[in-house]
């Protein structure tokens, strides 16, 4: 095991400082909207949006437009960021759920020990209503949210309309 190897083992063994974020002024200083968005957009590969579309949804979740709103949940581990959620509040409710998980991303060198089912644990505990969100059918993290009670309900299709020139 590298050194550095060793020191991510030890860091994964704390427990995660669990920062919960619903504006772009309450942001710890050791992250930004942008740092963010990067953080989400890499470590979700090979899953992740544009960063472009990272940064829409950060910013949707942090207030950034007066129509959107939600959440950001941030798990520190020692002085680095681990893992980061960001959950959107629909407007609906019954035929679509009140909330929309739309990123979850951790640190790879820290995966499994925990770290996204906390951040999901602690997104669930503070939203109002039920909660949705789309994962590929190869992704591994799809077990994870099996396993903390998401279940299919519908078969996701869309029709992107072609661009008129």
């Known amino acids: 095991m590298e050194p550095h190897d060793r020191k991510d083992a030890l860091v994964a063994r704390e427990s995660p400082e669990i920062t919960i974020?619903?504006?772009?002024?309450?942001?710890?200083e050791w992250t930004s909207r942008e740092?963010?968005?990067v953080?989400?957009?890499e470590f979700m590969k090979p899953y992740e949006d544009t960063l472009p579309d990272t940064r829409r949804g950060v910013d949707d979740a942090l207030g950034h437009r007066p129509d959107a709103g939600g959440f950001v949940v941030l798990a520190r581990v020692g002085r680095r960021l681990a893992g980061a959620l960001v959950m959107l509040r629909t407007g609906m409710r019954g035929y679509v759920p009140e909330n929309l998980l739309l990123f979850v991303a951790v640190d790879d060198r820290l995966r499994g020990h925990g770290i996204g089912g906390t951040l999901i644990r602690a997104a669930v505990a503070r939203c109002d209503g039920s909660v949705k969100l789309h994962v590929e059918y190869d992704n591994p993290a799809r077990r994870l949210y099996q396993r903390l009670g998401f279940t299919n309900k519908y078969a996701e299709m869309r029709l992107v309309p072609e661009e008129t020139p």
Do not use: C, K
């Open 21 to 28: 974020v619903t504006s772009g002024q309450e942001l710890p």
């Open 35 to 37: 740092a963010l968005a």
């Open 39 to 41: 953080f989400i957009h």
